[in-house]
């Protein structure tokens, strides 16, 4: 209880309750997570079983009896008599899984190599640098690509759809380990010089387990922004590739490719197989975005 | 000035060595060479003889320096999927996405900075603070989201632009052109707003944000009180001086064009060398990926070079002066 | 008596704020003749350079002038705008700011600056405003100008700097300069040049002068008649002779107290208590009140006078008393 109504009295608690943009963009994060989450028991249909799919409901039009089964779909059905509604919500439990494990796997080797950089200083750091550098330099869904392209041409044939999403995520966490390693580094050369780590080091006691307890206090503010815009930058870049054909599996459909199969229809004007899948990737790319500005500007009130 | 720019190309080419080690390595170590390149039918004799030509029996440093070698000269080997060589298939693709990546970089610039020029002048303006509130939005749009939008409102609704491909081309020596074509230049539209709204968005937050900076400079204050017109002052004076970050940032993102056309690309089907690798990816073609990521490269590394090299021409504090030498 | 180049009567500045409307220059009045320097002190805030900014029209927003009349030859310019205050600017006023360093445009040749400042208000080719460049460098003691016009400000040291920017602010012959703490920001051995210089080109030329600063030094050097600013309003106004040997005011009593050069030979600087009161926080009554060992009880009450144009009077209830 104690604790409770301290956090509620704190100054980051106080900025977040005075920001109308963050609470909103918090609830649209929460209730597009939970519905994701909750897929299974929330969604009508499950548009992955084959034998729950009508092809006569194909092309039904949101809101109005399909002509021959008389069954209403909120948001209609695509070519496949698939619910759309139904679908997002299965789809957006691949883009969030995406863009959630890629985030934490590039955060955890971000965070080792910055470390490593940091402490073990000479060589090793010069070379983690430089490739950072180097990598910088390209864009990063460019790097995505070209990992995820390596990445399937190891893999073998018959298990390329299945280690898909795997190969995804270690393409995204890859191509966005950068801004993570940076920062850490920073801060363990601050920490590196202090006393408590020479003294450790002279009576023989291992200096780095020892500083990692310090150092990540310390990043943790700035690793959380910097892990939340990542986040918002992930669930973009998996559906960019996943509508590029190069990303999602077809037997795994994310948001991303829920519009790259709805861009086939714009023309014979089925728009709603396309606009909501649209909609809601918007609606949590810029809500996660709108929460990690205010997140930035609340941890860091010098960064404004 | 000299070591400045020897440091620079030295730099650049130890950036191109590691990314030609990559390709390489994509080349030797990712699916095996030989594997797709014999059908079913081998024999080991086949193979063994292959091998040798293609060198894979030399010492890995060795094989490295040939690859260079043939890379540099622009072999880049035979395209799985398509089996002609890949240089070929790049030289019949280049000029699509090069035109696409032109006009759109001129459109970010000339909109970007235009857009960030008036934005600062008129600060407080209903229409400057309308134009920031749009900008924003378009930033976190997905790039294959704005090319959607647009097909749906020109192509789809409007039916005043074509919504996919270039348009008919007309060669001039080995350049296919869509620029002297009225169905070429109608197809270049949408795809070269998509692919530049992003970048002169943010070259236009930063011409804005560079302009109000310079504006508050002491030099801006005095340019006033010697009565200058305030053309002269906006223009002459200040946007100059914000050219230095700005070059910084657009030189960067012209580079980002070209590796963003591989989106805007498959948005249009248009036919350049996005669209090939985004292809490649998909059919796993790893000499066409390989020599995609050279041939960026080396476009990438090129650009920074140039960015690095106009400071010089643009501010005469980072040139080595003799007059001042001299005074 | 000969007309004043500049007449300034009332003068007040306003910025609004949220909470109030504050004055940092409050019904000022002075004039200027030709040819001559008035030195205008006191301390920072005390709302020197806004005068000066409001003379030449180029307060910052939200500041502007609300109240007095600005006559420049006879011309009254304080309601000009846009253009006819543009050919104001440069042509009839120059100005010299605070820091050489930064008042030049890096990316500009001082020849190009020069040039278009004199083609902007002259009808001269481009031939003949390059030639007045390298004469105007020549008049400020630019050496080897002629070959020096095509550098750019970097390569030239604060000095040489600020002798540019005085050429700059000269080159079209305006009647009057306000040289806005020309020394500064210079090296002390550079400071006595520039004044030198300022003085020697206002004398030949009959220039009018104001010449803005905090330091005594510049004024006992300079000034002919000198101006003295506390909280927004004219404290004392007079020839530099007499304000300085004879102040009238009790706050030019104690500015010549703190300052080293005027109180040579004496124990220890006498320092005024306290510091300059916040344009929100005045009281009613005279603004130096608090902190005026000599304040009696109406001053705190009753406004202070109004100082006029005129010489040689102190805005002060006391004036004249304080002095014996």
Redesign the interface.
Known sequence: MEALSRAWRSDFSWSFRHSPVAIISLGVVLLLVLSALLAPWVAPHNPFDPASLNLMNGFTRPMEPNAFTQEIFWLGTDDQGRDVFSTILYGMRISLFVGFTAVLFALILGVTLGLIAGYAGGWTETTIMRVADVQLTFPAILVAMLIFGIAKGITPVDMRDEMAIWVLIIAIGLSDWVQFARVVRGATLVEKNKEYVQAARLIGRKPGAIMLRHILPNVMSPVLVIATISLALAIIAEATLSFLGVGAPPTQPSLGTLIRIGQGYLFSGEWWIILFPAITLLALALSVNLLGDWLRDALNPKLR | MLAFTLQRVFQSIV?LL??GLVAFS?FRF??DPIDNMLGQERTDADIERLRGELGLDQPFPIQYGKFLKNAVQGNFGISYRQARPVSTILAERAPATLELAAVSGLFAIFFGVGLGVFTAIRRDGFAANAIMTISLLGV??????IG?LL??VFA?ELGWLP?FGRGDTVKIGGWSTGFLTASGLKAIILPAITLGLYQMTLIMRLVRSEMLEVLR???I??????????R?INF??AL??TLVPVITVTGLQL??II??A??TE??FQWPGVGLL??N???F?D?PV?AAY?ML??VM??GI?LIVDLLYFS????LRI?R??AE? | MVEPVLSVRGLTVEIPTRHSVLRPVDTVSFDIAAGEILGVVGESGAGKSMTGNAVIGLLDRPAHIAGGEIWLNGERIDQLKGDALRQVRGKHIGMVFQDPLTSLNPLLTIGQQLVETIQVHLDVSGAEAKNRAVNSLNEVGIPAAAERIDAYPHQFSGGMRQRVVIALALCAEPSLIIADEPTTALDVSVQAQIIALLKRLCHERGTAVMLITHDMGVIAEAADRVAVMYAGRMAELGPAREVLTKPAHPYTVGLMGSTPLASAGKERLNQIEGSMPRLDELQPGCAFSPRCPYAQHKCRIEPRPTLEAHEGRAACWLAGEVAE
């Open positions: 950036v590691v990314v994509m990712v699916g976190s749009l997905p790039t294959f989201l959607i097909i749906y789809v919504s400079a002491d030099y204050r005095f340019a006033r009180a010697r009565g200058l017109k305030e002269a002459r004076h100059k001086n580079g980002a590796a963003f591989i989106i498959t948005v690798f985004i490649a990816i998909q796993v790893i990926m990521l960026i490269s990438f590394v920074n643009i501010d005469p504090r002066d007059s001042a005074g």
